[in-house]
């Protein structure tokens, strides 16, 4: 069965500064999507990639799939308290769709 | 427009117990899921339907039974409640095409077993 592996767990960044997350397959993507989850709360749809080597932004976050399709990273520019919350990354494990597979979370605090 | 409801937000069983988490959602979508979320393990996929009297099983459905009569409603029944069943419960859902995979979640059902 496909996994997915995300780095770091945590993370505690000053607020202002960049960071990343990254989510790897161990095998080809079919679609990457990141949501975000604020404590508490029901989680937030933010992009989808789908082709190798896409790259999509909204506001201060960037997401990008590599060419090979098993590796994505978000980067998130100037971090500020409302980026806080958990990142997760979710895939398809094959072509079928409403069945996405997610990786176990990235937990970011920002510290004003 | 409410999206994905669910009911109940709170609930604190006795081993052995079952009961029935609702989900609902008023935006025609076809697709629906259940999941579980715990500390550490991210998401991980119940059970999920594709459409009206269409379910399928995911990554850890045992210890719960779905069904879909309705577009509209994708409830989740715990027939003998255990420990292990613990943790919080997100239900989610999805049109078909371009958007299938652009999962709206509830805000999430958070169960205590004894």
């Known amino acids: 069965s496909q996994e997915l592996e995300q780095s770091p767990q945590s993370l505690i960044v000053q607020e202002g500064k960049n960071l990343t997350i990254n989510c790897t397959s161990s095998k080809t993507l079919y679609g990457l999507y990141w949501y975000k989850q604020k404590y508490g709360e029901g989680l937030i749809f933010l992009m989808m990639?789908?082709?190798?080597?896409e790259e999509k932004s909204h506001e201060k976050i960037t997401a990008k799939l590599d060419e090979k399709k098993q590796q994505s990273s978000l980067h998130i520019t100037a971090s500020q308290p409302s980026h806080a919350g958990i990142y997760l990354c979710?895939?398809?494990?094959?072509?079928?769709?409403?069945?996405?597979?997610f990786g176990q979370g990235t937990t970011l605090q920002v510290k004003p | 427009n409410a999206g994905v409801t669910q009911t109940p937000k709170f609930q604190v069983l006795k081993t052995g117990q079952s009961m029935t988490l609702q989900c609902a959602q008023d935006?025609?979508?076809?697709?629906m899921s259940w999941y579980r979320q715990d500390p550490g393990m991210g998401l991980r996929l119940i059970h999920y339907?594709?459409?009206?009297?269409?379910?399928d099983q995911g990554e850890v459905p045992n210890g719960y039974n779905v069904s879909r009569s309705t577009t509209e409603d994708f409830p989740l029944r715990l027939l003998s409640a255990a420990p292990s069943q613990t943790s919080v419960y997100f239900c989610?859902?999805?049109?078909?095409?371009?958007?299938?995979?652009?999962?709206?979640f509830g805000a999430g059902s958070r169960l205590t077993v004894l």
């Open positions: 339907s594709v459409g009206a009297g269409i379910t």
């Open positions: 979710g895939a398809l494990p094959s072509s079928n769709t409403g069945k996405l597979i």
């Open positions: 935006m025609n979508h076809e697709y």
């Open positions: 990639l789908q082709k190798g080597g």
């Open positions: 989610a859902s999805s049109p078909t095409g371009a958007g299938a995979n652009v999962l709206t």
